[in-house]
């Protein structure tokens, strides 16, 4: 029913900047709450970034300020722009669509981001 698929991962040095991309094939897509979430090695997956149908945003404190969620509801796309990158923000990154917070929604695979010296 709904594909999401990310991209845009790799191993960068502390400080570097990845952009990932997240694309959905959801006919709700316009109307549909984005989000990005992580997973570390032994952590929970946690929301990194998320941005309404209005183009609300919200950030983890943890990446407030160096990350920038966007979207573009012409490609169906999202994006998450990565900058001064640590070596905490190691983690598999999800891709999550959901027409509102009451639901739990579609996932991607996720992409891989590696910080590292």
């Known amino acids: 029913q709904v594909q999401v698929v990310e991209s845009g991962g790799g191993v960068v040095q502390p400080g570097g900047s990845l952009r990932l991309s997240c694309v959905v094939s959801s006919d709700l897509f316009s109307v549909s709450i984005l989000g990005w979430y992580r997973q570390a090695p032994g952590k929970q997956r946690e929301l990194v970034a998320d941005?309404?149908?209005?183009?609300?945003?919200d950030y983890a404190e943890a990446v407030k300020g160096r990350f920038t969620i966007y979207r573009d509801n012409n490609k169906k796309m999202a994006y998450l722009q990565m900058n001064s990158l640590k070596p905490e923000d190691t983690a598999i990154y999800y891709c999550n669509i959901r027409i509102s917070y009451s639901h739990s929604g579609s996932w991607g695979q996720g992409t891989q981001v590696t910080v590292s010296s």
């Open positions: 941005i309404t149908a209005s183009d609300s945003t």
